[in-house]
């Protein structure tokens, strides 16, 4: 009797020894299996944070639908996405307009603000004419940059590039 015939008083059989390319082909496996699993994880939320979601609501005619009258009542305004950029929507004294909502001066987003019925933007107090763009006071060196729009029935389209 050998030693590679009998282990723990058994017959070793099919087994493969310790250190035996069976064993070894399997560990490598377990090894590059568990590697490759790292590296997705690591690697899935990368990807994710570099190539961006398909962007919001693309129309017919490349035209984004913002909302309805309804939505954006009367002295109201509302932040929509046209692509990846936010657009502000108003339904103010001038009628319903839509401007870039990132302000001019250091690209915080802005917002509508009822009472003094002016585009206002939170972090330096920034005022904006919701009917021109125009800067009323404040910071801000430049008025919003203006986004053309359509009203169909009661739905204001965004219309991409035409602004
Ligand atoms: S970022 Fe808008 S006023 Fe400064």
Redesign the pocket.
């Known amino acids: 009797m050998t030693d590679a015939q009998v282990v723990d008083g058994g017959v070793r059989g099919d087994v493969p020894a310790l250190g035996s390319p069976g064993r070894r082909r399997f560990l490598r496996f377990l090894l590059g299996f568990s590697a490759l699993s790292t590296l997705g994880m690591i690697a899935a939320p990368i990807v994710g944070f570099l190539i961006p979601p398909p962007s919001a609501g693309a129309g017919a005619g490349g035209r984004v639908l913002a909302g309805t009258t309804t939505d954006i009542a009367a002295n109201s305004g509302k932040v929509v996405a046209m692509g990846s950029k936010p657009v502000i929507v108003i339904n103010g004294d001038a009628g319903i307009t839509a401007f870039s909502a990132v ?6 987003i ?1 917002g509508y603000d009822s009472t003094v019925k002016q585009i206002v ?6 005022h904006f004419n919701p009917g021109t763009g125009a800067v009323v006071s ?3 060196p430049k008025p919003l940059a203006a986004v053309t729009i359509t009203v169909e029935k009661d739905q204001i389209f965004l219309v991409p590039g035409a602004g």
């Open positions: 302000c001019t001066h250091l690209g915080c802005v933007c939170p972090c330096h107090d920034g404040g910071p801000p």
